[in-house]
């Protein structure tokens, strides 16, 4: 007879032991009211006065499902993201709130369609930090009395139109066309300035013309395979043509 109470004890002690691992911690109830929060480790449970639910405190992960929106320049698009989130206050999040996970997920989605109707498809392909980082504040915020702690969003894609698409890259290529044309007017402004320089010191040194012309046809026959026609200078011919005239006084 003593032997099967020690087995019933056994066994009743059994069933009043509970685990709470490392990353959780566990909500007590005693007859439907809060009690204690539970660390990690073993505790023990009165069955039928008390129940105890566990809470993984770990960082979780959402998956943000694709949202259509419309910008504030009344674009279309479909956005989704990613939340990181924690349970800060293990008592809030089981006793304010009745599934945390799917409240978090759900104002994660309403947060960011809100926000993304706010700015221009322009500032959102832009500024995609900037704008992940108000609604991670704004749902941070909004979860705080839940006792979940937000820690980061990131906006994973932006799908618009594809004849949208087609309209920014015809956009795109019009912008590089114009910065190339302003590039080329702008260097051959520089050129034609370091020309006229170029000229103007020529004209101005005497002989600085003709020390030129030679050094040019010296580099064309520098190649064997180049015919070099040279035409004197109007100068050098008409000096060439006086000094023959002053000849054929002479005679």
């Not at 030129?212 to 200078?233: A, F, G, H, K, Y």
């Amino acid at each position: 007879m003593e032997m099967y109470l020690i087995i019933i004890l056994f066994v009743f002690v059994l069933t009043c032991i509970r685990q709470v691992n490392q990353y959780e911690r566990g909500i007590v109830l005693t007859m439907g009211r809060y009690t204690s929060t539970r660390k990690p480790g073993w505790t023990f449970i009165w069955p039928i006065f008390q129940s105890m639910q566990k809470v993984d405190i770990r960082i979780k992960t959402a998956d943000v499902p694709e949202q259509e929106a419309i910008s504030k320049d009344n674009i279309p698009i479909s956005i989704n993201a990613v939340i990181y989130f924690q349970v800060a206050n293990p008592e809030k999040a089981v006793l304010d709130v009745e599934n945390f996970y799917y409240a978090v997920n759900q104002l994660a989605q309403i947060t960011m369609r809100n926000v993304v109707g706010a700015v221009t498809l322009e500032e959102l392909l832009r500024d995609r930090e900037a704008i992940s980082l108000t609604i991670k504040e704004s749902v941070d915020k909004a979860t705080d009395p839940w006792g979940i702690q937000v820690h980061d969003v990131d906006l994973k894609d932006i799908v618009i139109p594809p004849d949208l698409k087609r309209t920014i890259s015809k956009v795109a290529e019009a912008e590089r066309e114009r910065k190339a044309s302003i590039i080329r007017a702008e260097g051959e402004v520089i050129a034609a300035e370091s020309v006229t320089k170029a000229a103007k010191m020529l004209a101005e040194a005497p002989g600085a013309l003709h020390l030129r012309t030679l050094q040019s046809i010296n580099d064309i026959s520098s190649d064997q395979s180049n015919t070099t026609i040279w035409m004197m200078p109007l100068e050098v011919l008409r000096a060439i043509e006086n000094v023959g005239q002053a000849l054929k006084n002479k005679k």
